[in-house]
């Protein structure tokens, strides 16, 4: 029997945009509804073109009253159809009740949690999922009214990782006429008619307004989430590019913005800020952006995290204690603020000085700190010290005297070997990879 013309277009799409390799075994999730039952029957009709193994998947919500009976229907066909069903139950109300989050976005976790497991169990390469042309655009339009940037309108991908939809670029009205014509059979969501939910509010009521005024606003949008794609892959580049300039520590990750265009560094603050599972919204990159001018600037974006400038370093960090003061009286090792020193009879770094155990402190800075005369803090504005780093800085005392500040200050009467002395051994050095930028432009103290 040859192929359906709908059929034929989505082994196209598929081999476009190369969703399957040969010899693989794809997991389709089906609900019962009319896209996923015709996506079940084309993979099926398509899997001696494609040499795969098809599969199905279908968990029971338990939201609905006829939730049992779509269980059933998808059971019932699938042994009809000859393929192998996984199947499970969850109570989706009553974990959405637990967690305090809606039935939406408890039932898409729930969901995805079952299907990644049928996926590891039934030995699966892939899954595939049923959305359309149709679920694009309102998924588009659902996040310019929630808010968002450009990347954030490439919601769905053909191809995402192990999950793919082959009728993604297909209108919900072609699926419609091939069900028709292959008589395939389905059963309706009821709550799909229910305009409480903000997805089909838009699906009923706000696209087909647009649709008044641009009868295919579906490829428009379809338009928008590929050249949305396009600039995703750019700034995927980006963060490629510069990935040498970012440096993570235990709170917080710096990054050297140096000849960067606001776009880059705006971009890369908001890499740097999902490691910390935050986003930070329009006014806050606007006040980025309007501040990058200035030298040093504080900007809280939520959940104890902070976006902050000293010179041409950016540091997104969370709220950290930091260690005010250590006495150093015994042999062994000593934290200090991420870094590590150790007090012992012997050298065991290349940065080191001899120090009275009896008398030495590290510390961070006082304000009335001066050498030779000069504030400590016009010494750190010479040596091109970020204001984040300032007060975290380890400032080594003997007898109430500043010996050594790491890579910024040495007295060299510490670097002679005296009777009794101990040798104070700095181990690790954090912030040296973003100090050593500086060398060159250090002034002699």
Not at 97 to 118: D, P, Q
Not at 263 to 270: G, L, R, T
Not at 332 to 355: D, H, P, Q
Not at 373 to 393: S, T
Request: glycine share 4%; hydrophobic share 40%; charged share 30%.
């Amino acid at each position: 029997m040859p192929l359906d013309q709908f059929e034929l277009e989505v082994l196209k799409f598929i081999e476009r945009h190369q969703l399957i390799t040969p010899n693989s075994k794809v997991l389709v999730a089906i609900s019962g509804g009319l896209d996923s039952v015709s996506l079940l029957y084309v993979m099926v009709r398509l899997r001696r073109f494609l040499n795969i193994e098809v599969y199905a998947a279908h968990l029971n919500h338990m939201i609905r009253a006829n939730a049992t009976r779509d269980e059933e229907f998808v059971k019932d066909l699938c042994n009809r159809m000859g393929i192998k069903l996984y199947t499970s139950r969850i109570d989706v109300p009553a974990f959405c009740a637990k967690e305090k989050t809606s039935i939406e976005e408890g039932a898409r976790i729930l969901r995805y949690e079952f299907l990644e497991k049928v996926l590891r169990d039934s030995g699966s390469d892939f899954l595939a999922l049923g959305h359309n042309l149709n679920d694009l655009a309102e998924t588009i339009l659902y996040r310019l009214i929630r808010g968002t940037g450009l990347t954030g309108l490439v919601c769905m991908y053909p191809k995402d990782g192990y999950k793919i939809r082959p009728f993604l670029y297909f209108k919900r009205q072609e699926i419609e006429s091939y069900a028709k014509r292959n008589s395939v059979p389905h059963v309706e969501d009821e709550t799909n008619l229910d305009l409480i939910y903000t997805r089909n509010y838009i699906r009923h009521k706000i696209l087909p307004m647009l649709k008044d005024l641009n009868n295919d606003m579906e490829n428009t949008l379809k338009q928008v989430h590929f050249s949305a794609m396009l600039l995703k892959k750019h700034v995927s580049n980006i963060i490629e590019k510069y990935k040498d300039r970012v440096y993570t520590f235990e709170n917080r990750i710096v990054f050297d913005s140096s000849r960067m265009d606001e776009f880059e560094i705006v971009e890369i603050i908001k890499s740097c800020l999902e490691r910390f599972h935050v986003q930070v919204n329009y006014r806050q990159i606007e006040q980025i952006v309007s501040s990058l001018h200035k030298s040093s600037w504080t900007i809280h974006v939520g959940k104890g995290v902070m976006v902050r400038k000293g010179f041409e370093f950016i540091s997104i960090e969370t709220a950290h204690s930091v260690v005010q003061s250590l006495e150093v009286a015994q042999e062994g090792t000593y934290s200090f603020n991420g870094w590590l020193f150790e007090l012992a009879r012997k050298v065991l770094s290349n940065k080191y000085i001899f120090v009275d155990p009896l008398s030495t402190t590290i510390r961070i800075r006082h304000k009335t700190d001066r050498i030779l005369g000069r504030k400590l803090k016009d010494i750190f504005i010479d040596c091109g010290i970020p204001q984040f780093l300032r007060d975290e800085i380890p400032i080594v005392c003997v007898q109430d005297r500043i010996a050594w500040i790491p890579d910024i200050y040495l007295n060299n009467s510490f670097k002679e070997k005296k009777n009794n002395l101990l040798v104070l051994n700095l181990l690790n050095d954090p912030y040296s990879c973003i100090l050593k930028e500086r060398s060159e432009r250090r002034k002699k103290v």
